[in-house]
């Protein structure tokens, strides 16, 4: 009644806060202007086409796993076996291929299908074992890598030039790996924004127990989640082969933490049930931005550790900050 | 877009309730009896409404209100007893069935994501769809409609945690009524909100009576019972008093109804005049940000005050603000005469306060910790030599307290999790007495605790207060506050409105100051004292 429309606080009323709470990547997107003007101004080189083509270039590999990596964190899991994963399909892959341009599109599927399956025996395991995320995927890492490790120790296999395009190729000045990753961004985008599937990721992340008296099938969306994480991972895998010409078992290493930062980055906590897809790019383009500026200046690669740790945590503690308010 | 399906009760629904005989019951619950380990939380209890009706259910706390809903709404099963729903027996094995049966329960702390939007919230694990995708504009304008004609005006797109606690209640109400809802279970539903709220929610309630939904209303304030409901249904100890029509009753019956009981429970004798000495805990004028206001009272060395009020009077939090938990914002606190307004319950420890909270498993005891370990736990700081706890001290201190305490059977590496309520109370208790503490505070001493450990840890509390300890009792059960305390002091929303002498309490005059009732010329009554 009228009387609840004059008490209403933030009711209908399209008030500051409540524009921050309808477009969460807000945040994210002035912290990466305000890196990225920082940046233009005080690091030499910056903003040359050259360089910024760079940057777009570098953030494909971290943003398709990153992309991944976003479902499951929405829904309050996580999984450190992606890094682990692009490794083991970047090796297949390549020894499929093995400079045969027939063999390109049959590694393409069997790198996808494993993906899949990865993703799917991590859900798996956490739903049905009920094992938390954090071990399961933990351990799945362990048995790949050791897996992995027992079989490589060097290169292997090669792809040949018809499948560098990923890599390398450009429409006009952007590369074709940039638009892939916006490619799947959209799609994920679309997949959280538009489907039932993508509105119960939210849910179970918000409150699972919630969801299961809403009716949701917690389970079967937590398991959907992993296998896009594994997805994520193979395309991932595809671009660095396609770049690297060739893989290794080491390609992937560091991702899995790299993404799971990626993600928080772009405004999602770990906790699950808030973040976007886009988000998670501005994180991922914060990342590759500061990895650049390290370079540019030539930094020391250690005192980079430290710094891109300093500055993970500053940024999600002004998020923590801003959001007590 | 007209044509959509209405979610809403019908209309031909709502005229043919007009009539139906007026005795038909929507919902009978049949001599339901529910024990718990040690207690018998419902014994035998009968409970009907008719279809349309406002049904208040009232008690005291602890009286089987909840469990009585929770077993309703599938939540919990019934040990014998029989459920029919519009004539038809029925037994719910899961909330879920219960909600598809049309009964929704709206429980004090919500069942909303606040990340996701109204319309989301709504909707959830029933989105619409259009293809393969969600139908975002449908599912907004369905929204739009429900809350329309609930005559509440909220964007069906804002994000549920930017709203008001009274606008999530009724994102909660439009939520069960877009489930086809028709008996809706209200479990305190203004505990939260404010004057204004409240009355605003009461009207939401009228309206869903005339659209011939059912409400069960749980509350404590009994001035609302007669505001808003038809009938009211009265529990105490897990049995129906008296279910009557509120033009019937007086709000005086209610108060005797809900707490007319015999004692059947022997406490400690109170302190005599001579040994209540000197002021140990003096509060003035303390407000705080989110409930008390104007808060005044002392505690003195010696004595046992009292503190009884409703559910959401602000007991608690008071008890919170004095142990530094929360912030006072105004006023000042003294102990001993000195300033007392903690910054944080580590300060509080220090200079002497001890805070014995009503949820022992939560926040008093570390489960899986040795009683030894529990008891040492606050005062490891004044017992250790660059920074390395002197294990053969800690030993012994436990010891002398265990004694005390009559723990001599527990050994004192053993798990507190797997003590009886009565003995991890005990452990609480010596945990507290190690720190030396002069006041010590207790939010609800023997809730859980079975009758016979009741009177061991009562004769302790006496025992400690003799020793010159100051004792703050906050307690919903008025049999103890009325053996134990040798002054009550009364709380209604967020002040104290009352102070009685220990002497001739009743649980009556209690009551009466606790729901408002003779707030009218109580409100700053014996504070000055």
Known sequence: MSATTTNARQGGKLSAGNLIGRIPTL??????????????????????????????????????????????????????????????????????????????????????????????????????????????TL????????????????????????????????????????????????????????????????GIGGNAEVSRLSGVRTDRIMIGAHILAGLGAAISALFLVSRLRTAAPWIGKGLELDSIAAVVVGGAPLSGGRGSVWGTIGGVLILSILNNVFNLLAVDAFLQDVMRGAIVILVVAFYSARLRK | ??????????????????????????????????????????NNVTFECRRGEVLALVGENGAGKSTLMKILSGAYQA???????????????????????????????????????????????????????????????????????????????????????????????????????????MDEPTAALSTYEVDNLL?????????????????????????????????????????????????????????GREFSHYFPPKARQE?????????????????????????????????????????????????????????????????????SPRQAIKSGVGFITEDRKKEGLVLMLSVRNNVALPSLPAR?????????????????????????????????????????????????????AKLLIFDEPTRGIDVGAKAGIHQLMREIASRGVGILMISSELPEVIGMSDRVLVMHQGTIVKELPGADLTEAAIMRAATGTDATNGSQQGVSR
């Open chain 1, 27 to 136: 945040g994210v997107y002035g912290v990466l202007i305000l890196m990225f003007i920082l940046a233009s101004i005080f690091v030499p080189g910056f903003t040359k086409p050259q360089n910024l083509t760079n940057v777009l270039q570098h953030s494909v590999v971290l943003g398709l796993v990153a992309i991944g990596q976003t479902f499951v964190i929405l829904a309050a899991s996580l999984d450190l076996s992606v890094g682990v994963m692009i490794s083991l399909i970047g090796v297949a892959t390549s020894l499929l291929i093995s400079g045969r341009v027939s063999m390109i599109l049959p590694a393409v599927i069997v790198a996808l299908l494993l993906g899949i399956l990865l993703g799917l025996i991590n859900g798996l395991i956490i739903t049905k074992l009920r094992v938390n995320s954090f071990i399961a």
């Open chain 1, 139 to 202: 351990g799945m890492m362990l048995v790949l890598e050791g897996a992995l490790f027992s079989r490589f120790d060097n290169f292997a296999g090669r792809v040949p030039r018809q499948f560098e395009f990923l890599g390398y190729k450009t429409v006009g000045p952007v590369p074709v790996g940039v638009l892939l990753m916006l490619a799947v961004a959209a799609l994920a985008w679309l997949i959280l924004r538009f489907t039932k599937f993508g509105h119960h990721v939210y």
């Open chain 2, 1 to 42: 877009m007209d044509n959509l399906q209405h979610p809403l009760p019908s209309e031909a629904a709502v005229s043919l309730q007009g009539q139906a005989p007026i005795s038909s019951y929507i919902l009978e619950m049949r001599n339901i009896t529910k024990a718990f380990p040690g207690v018998l939380a419902l």
């Open chain 2, 79 to 185: 040990d014998s007893g029989r459920l029919i729903l519009r004539g038809q027996e029925v037994n719910f094995e899961h909330p879920r069935e219960a909600q598809l049966a049309g009964i929704s329960i709206i429980y004090q702390e919500f069942n909303l994501l606040p990340d996701r939007t109204v319309a989301q919230n709504i909707f959830l694990g029933r989105e619409p769809r259009r293809g393969p995708l969600v139908d975002q504009a449908r599912m907004v304008q369905e929204t739009a409609r429900l809350l329309e004609n609930l005559g509440v005006r909220i964007n069906p797109q804002t994000m549920v945690g930017m709203l008001s606690v009274a606008q999530q209640q009724e994102v909660e109400i439009a939520k069960a009524l877009s489930l086809d809802a028709d008996i809706i279970v």
């Open chain 2, 203 to 259: 009207d939401l309630v009228r309206r869903l009576r005339e659209r011939g939904v059912t409400v069960i209303y749980i509350t404590h304030r009994l001035e609302e019972v007669f505001k808003i409901a038809d009938r009211v249904t009265v529990l105490k100890d897990g049995e129906t008093v008296i279910t009557t029509g509120c033009a019937d009753v007086t709000r005086d019956d209610l108060v005797h109804y809900m707490v």
């Open chain 2, 275 to 343: 040994d209540i000495t000197d002021v140990v805990l003096k509060v003035e004028n303390i407000s705080t940000n989110n409930l008390l206001h104007d808060i005044s009272f002392e505690v003195r060395r010696g004595e046992i005050v009292g503190v009884a009020g409703l559910e959401g009077s602000g007991r608690t939090e008071l008890a919170r603000a004095l142990f530094g938990a929360e912030r006072a914002t105004h006023g000042s606190i003294t102990l001993n005469g000195k300033p007392a307004r903690f910054r």
């Open chain 2, 384 to 436: 250790q030599r660059i920074g390395f706890i002197r294990m053969a001290e800690e030993r012994s201190l436990v010891a002398n307290y265990a004694e005390l305490l009559d723990l001599r059977s527990v050994n004192d590496r053993q798990e507190v999790q797997f003590l009886s309520g009565g003995n991890q109370q005990k452990v609480v208790l010596a945990k507290w007495l190690a720190t030396q």
